[in-house]
Nanobody
């Protein structure tokens, strides 16, 4: 098992930046693909970004491509989401989630989830 804790959320202005962190503990961190998922009020969960086991591949949702960057530091058991050029529509609770068998776009297939961190972007 792996436990995940997100941090770094808060209030940002449109056009600004935030960096989210996801700290992992438990099983060997590099055994897991890590994905960022967000859920805005009244909306369904949305895939944001994913990074494979040692960072060899990254994937982004269309709405964040070119603005967000995911990275990981396996020595520190950390994954980061650098969010630039923020927009009000980026307002959501952001979750990191882990899966041992690869990236999935079926969010129900993610094995472990953190409790989320709230990002609010003011216009």
């Amino acid at each position: 098992q792996v436990q995940l804790v997100e941090s770094g959320g808060g209030l940002a202005q449109a056009g600004g930046s935030l960096r989210l962190s996801c700290a992992a503990s438990g099983d060997t961190f590099s055994d897991y693909v890590i994905q960022w998922i967000r859920q805005a009020p009244g909306k369904e969960r949305e895939f944001v970004a994913a990074i494979t086991w040692v960072g060899e591949n990254t994937y982004y949702g269309d709405s964040v491509k070119g603005r967000f960057a995911i990275s990981r530091d396996n020595a520190k058991n950390m994954v980061y989401l650098q969010m630039n050029s923020l927009r009000p529509e980026d307002t959501a609770v952001y979750y990191c989630a882990a899966r041992s068998t690869g990236v999935t776009w079926s969010l129900n297939d993610l094995e472990y989830w953190g409790k989320g961190t709230l990002v609010t972007v003011a216009s």
